[in-house]
């Protein structure tokens, strides 16, 4: 039987990097689910199965920080790596943030996009 990629869900209000994280993600053998804002996000999270999540900070209706709140808060998603996109890394107290809500990695806007895919697959790299 063959497994199935990871499935990354991609919370992302701006179109074109949406697109660019999803090209590069699937790409490299990724499923990717695309929403446009946080509150999409959770819903999707609520009714499909995701391997890590990929969030932007400032979106409308929901941001990133009160997605990975509600995610870390949830059983199904409390040790989901969680990936947390910022164009507001210097007025986000990030350190803090990180610990609090257990987010796995951070990238200031404008990041390659080839370091967030290193990055996604260290994050689901199998535990040798």
Avoid at 81 to 96: C, I, N
Wanted: aromatic letters at 6%; one cysteine or more.
């Amino acid at each position: 039987m063959e497994s199935q990629p990871p499935r990354i869900l991609v919370a992302e209000d701006n179109v074109a990097l949406s697109r660019v994280i999803e090209f590069t993600l699937s790409r490299a053998g990724f499923e990717v689910v695309q929403a446009a804002n946080g509150r999409i996000a959770w819903e999707l999270a609520n009714q499909q199965h995701f391997d890590l999540i990929l969030t932007d900070q400032q979106m409308p209706e929901m941001t990133g920080v009160e997605l990975c709140g509600r995610l870390r808060n949830s059983e199904q998603y409390a040790d989901v790596p969680v990936v947390l996109l910022t164009a507001k890394g210097l007025e986000l107290e990030l350190p803090q943030l990180c610990k609090e809500l257990d987010i796995a990695a951070t990238f200031p806007k404008p990041f390659s996009p080839s370091q967030v895919l290193a990055t996604v697959q260290n994050l689901l790299a199998p535990v040798a």
